[in-house]
Nanobody, 119 residues
Framework: QVQLVESGGGLVQAGGSLRLSCAASGTIFIINAMGWYRQAPGKQRELVAR???????NYADSVKGRFTISRDNPKNTVYLQMNNLKPEDTAVYYC?????????????WGQGTQVTVSS
């Protein structure tokens, strides 16, 4: 019923930039929040950034000042602008959305997109 499709990952040198996008589609009533998580090899999945419907945002300390999350509500799309990338940002990045379908609310995940930062 709901699908999250991510794009924008890739390989970049340290200090470079990437922009991730995630579009939600399906029978959506309200998207309460959208965010990005990442998981590096051998590590747990962690929150990178999140934006709620009112526009408030929160970031992991490790990305504050370098990453910016934004949202296009009419397009049900969330973006993650990543600047000054570091090798430790290398991970699979997953889009997450808390979506109200009208009859129930749940968390949905994208398939993940690889971000690799070379030193």
């Amino acid at each position: 019923q709901v699908q999250l499709v991510e794009s924008g990952g890739g390989l970049v040198q340290a200090g470079g930039s990437l922009r991730l996008s995630c579009a939600a589609s399906g029978t959506i009533f309200i998207i309460n929040a959208m965010g990005w998580y990442r998981q590096a090899p051998g590590k747990q999945r962690e929150l990178v950034a999140r934006i709620i419907s009112g526009g408030s945002t929160n970031y992991a300390d490790s990305v504050k000042g370098r990453f910016t999350i934004s949202r296009d509500n009419p397009k049900n799309t969330v973006y993650l602008q990543m600047n000054n990338l570091k090798p430790e940002d290398t991970a699979v990045y997953y889009c997450n959305a808390n979506i109200d379908l009208g009859h129930r609310t749940g968390d949905y995940w994208g398939q993940g997109t690889q971000v690799t930062v070379s030193s």
